[in-house]
């Protein structure tokens, strides 16, 4: 008895609905811009109890982390951008099966890495918000006590 082989039709998106993706894909990437200095200024203003001993560490590799992931997302706006604009040989009704099969296949690839950038910086904000959490509740403990 021979395996049988089973085929999987996959319905890809089409060229307009690729296009809608990218826009929604560059407004979250404007959005994190947005938070990234929000998490700056944050982070700023919290500066000189960072810099103690005791969540220096901590700190200091949650401001590389946060300089990292704001270069990545630059770089991500530029890239989805461009591959937006080659959407256009979707839409163009000319039959160009090859550079067809490049824009999916790069649009795919996006997709994931889109989808491991905002899973990353979701990740990065935890970590920044427990660490601010820490310090204000530090604050606040101090102050009751007082002086």
Do not use: C
Not at 3 to 22: D, F, P, V
Not at 109 to 136: C, N, P, Q, W, Y
């Amino acid at each position: 008895m021979a395996a049988e082989k089973k085929y999987l039709m996959q319905e890809w998106k089409s060229g307009q609905e690729m296009h809608e993706e990218a826009v929604l894909w560059i407004s979250s990437l404007e959005f994190i811009t947005s938070e990234h200095h929000f998490f700056e200024d944050l982070l700023n203003a919290y500066f000189l109890q960072i810099s103690n001993q005791d969540h220096y560490k901590e700190g200091k590799e949650l401001v590389t982390e946060l300089g990292e992931n704001k270069v990545k997302n630059d770089s991500l706006i530029n890239e989805v951008s461009t591959h937006n604009n080659s959407l256009i040989v979707l839409l163009d009704g000319k039959n160009e099966f090859e550079k067809e099969d490049q824009v999916k296949s790069e649009h795919r690839s996006l997709e994931a890495r889109m989808k491991e950038h905002e899973k990353g910086f979701r990740t990065l904000k935890g970590h920044i918000f427990d660490l601010v959490a820490a310090i204000i509740k530090e604050i606040k403990k101090d102050h009751l006590l007082g002086p």
